[in-house]
């Protein structure tokens, strides 16, 4: 039995490992190669883009695959819904995997936005001093009027593309997670951050921010993450994932 993994996330290299060795099924991970210097899962792996839902379909059926999971990043939105056609069409099964997202406790004052456009306009009335931790490619978003005078430190995996819109006061920050409480405390001291803006991506790696900012008594923008496509099953966890593979 022959499994696609849509992955690049903690979640699909974890899914592979658990895989890897299974008598009787091959394992592929694709990766969308957006970010340099990825994490590779174990096992078969092949990076780039499919063409749309076009090309998907004819790569599930050309290489035979019996299982298709979509165990990307829970705001890849656009391949999320691609393979939910591309697997219609090719008549394969498909399975979401998605780890839980955020959950505010005693002590959080978050405010909700439903896309990175709005948080960007609930900034003003928050802070001045921005912490933006929603990646290279939505900075665009707090280039615009509403972000005019406000400081913002971005941090992420890679710096944006040239000719990007950035916002015009930004200091960019390239790191990778985990990311460690300790060190989430210094930067928000050091950089004097007034507001955290965060995507619900869910899972242990960048929680730590969230954790920091409760501590400081900051305000934390969240923009919530897209659903998984209608009629797509969904399970939490890589073991999870396994399990519901060997029943299909």
Same mark, same amino acid.
């Given at each position: 039995?022959?499994?696609?993994?849509?992955?690049?996330?903690?979640?699909?290299?974890r899914?592979?490992?658990?895989?890897?060795?299974?008598?009787?099924?091959?394992?592929?991970?694709?990766?969308?190669?957006?970010?340099?210097?990825?994490?590779?899962?174990?096992?078969?792996?092949?990076?780039?883009?499919?063409?749309?839902?076009?090309?998907?379909?004819?790569?599930?059926?050309?290489?035979?695959?019996?299982?298709?999971?979509?165990?990307?990043?829970?705001?890849?939105?656009?391949?999320?819904?691609?393979?939910?056609?591309?697997?219609?069409?090719?008549?394969?099964?498909?399975?979401?995997?998605?780890?839980?997202?955020?959950?505010?406790?005693?002590?959080?004052?978050?405010?909700?936005a439903?896309?990175?456009?709005?948080?960007?306009r609930? *900034?003003?009335?928050?802070?001045?001093?921005?912490?933006?931790?929603?990646?290279?490619?939505?900075?665009?978003?707090?280039?615009?009027p509403?972000?005019?005078?406000?400081?913002?430190?971005?941090?992420?995996?890679?710096?944006?593309?040239?000719?990007?819109?950035?916002?015009?006061?930004?200091?960019?920050?390239?790191?990778?997670?985990?990311?460690? *409480?300790?060190?989430?405390?210094?930067?928000?001291?050091?950089?004097?951050?007034?507001?955290?803006?965060?995507?619900?991506?869910?899972?242990?790696?960048t929680?730590?921010?969230?954790?920091?900012?409760?501590?400081?008594?900051?305000?934390?923008v969240?923009v919530?993450r897209?659903?998984?496509?209608?009629?797509?099953?969904?399970?939490?966890s890589?073991?999870?994932?396994?399990?519901?593979?060997?029943?299909?």
């Amino acid at each position: 039995m022959h499994t696609l993994i849509l992955g690049g996330t903690t979640e699909g290299r974890r899914l592979a490992e658990l895989l890897a060795g299974a008598p009787g099924l091959r394992v592929t991970s694709s990766l969308a190669g957006r970010v340099a210097g990825p994490r590779l899962p174990v096992g078969e792996v092949r990076v780039g883009g499919f063409g749309g839902v076009p090309g998907l379909t004819e790569w599930l059926r050309t290489h035979h695959v019996d299982v298709l999971i979509d165990a990307t990043h829970p705001f890849a939105e656009k391949i999320s819904f691609h393979a939910a056609e591309a697997a219609a069409d090719a008549h394969v099964p498909l399975l979401a995997l998605r780890r839980p997202g955020w959950v505010p406790g005693a002590g959080d004052d978050w405010h909700l936005a439903e896309s990175l456009p709005e948080a960007a306009r609930l *900034l003003p009335r928050l802070g001045q001093r921005i912490f933006l931790t929603t990646g290279r490619l939505g900075l665009a978003a707090f280039a615009g009027p509403a972000s005019a005078g406000l400081w913002f430190l971005s941090r992420s995996v890679d710096p944006p593309e040239p000719g990007t819109p950035v916002p015009a006061l930004m200091e960019l920050l390239l790191s990778r997670g985990p990311f460690a *409480l300790d060190d989430e405390r210094e930067l928000l001291r050091s950089h004097r951050i007034e507001v955290l803006v965060t995507k619900d991506s869910g899972g242990a790696a960048t929680a730590p921010k969230l954790a920091a900012a409760r501590e400081a008594g900051l305000p934390v923008v969240v923009v919530r993450r897209p659903p998984v496509p209608p009629g797509v099953r969904e399970v939490s966890s890589p073991e999870e994932a396994a399990g519901a593979l060997r029943g299909l």
